[in-house]
């Protein structure tokens, strides 16, 4: 699936293309995970993996965020295992502090500093930025090469999008504002219009940078 004309997002998402010699997972997958309590709650730790995977790979400066061989479903999964320790679920899963918090930690500790910028989606309707304005904050990221995390607490009207999840979005198409999903390993198109007129809970969106400051 090559972006086409009507579509933005990241340079390389085959970056995220994963083998275990029989077929491609895109991005990784909380299931692989060994303990049931990760398989459960691990979307926050996965992302964060999908996340430090991409950077570590299109960014010479992040590559010390994954050294494994994250082409592989068994190298992913130990990238998956170091973010665990910094980005860890509470009972109510990885809130968007505990994600942020915990994805710069663990970069800290390889030598890289990173921030993260993230766009609130309240739980009030009337509240909510316009899809005008998250579409700006997807085209802004996107353009610079960086994927997207995303929170929702709720999935609205989305039939293929999981409530109370983490997922990767790493592009969108211009004209309907769908955006590609990585999630448990499967690659789908959501519709982020719908998801921010029909949510009834909060989420957010957030793009994980280098510290260009430093």
Known sequence: MHKTANEIGVKTPEYLHLSDGKRIHYGGNQIWYKSLWQRKAGCGPTVAATVCAYLAKSRPECASLCEHNSSTKEGFLLLMQDLWRYVTPGMGGS????????????????????????????????????????LEFFRKAF???????????????????????????????????????????????????????????AGKFVVTRPNLQV
Request: hydrophobic content about 40%; some cysteine.
């Open 143 to 201: 353009e610079a090469d960086l994927p997207i995390a995303f929170q929702n607490y709720s999935n609205g009207a989305l039939t293929n999008l999981e409530a109370w999840h983490w997922v990767t979005l790493l592009s969108f198409k211009q004209d309907t504002f769908f955006a590609q999903m990585y999630d448990q390993s499967i690659r789908d198109f959501i519709d982020i219009p719908l998801y921010l007129s029909t949510a009834t809970n």
């Open 95 to 134: 809130s968007v502090e505990i994600f942020t918090d915990g994805i710069t930690r663990y970069a800290r500790s390889k030598g890289v500093e990173l921030v993260c910028d993230v766009l609130d989606i309240p739980k009030q309707k009337e509240l909510r930025p316009s899809a005008a304005n998250v």
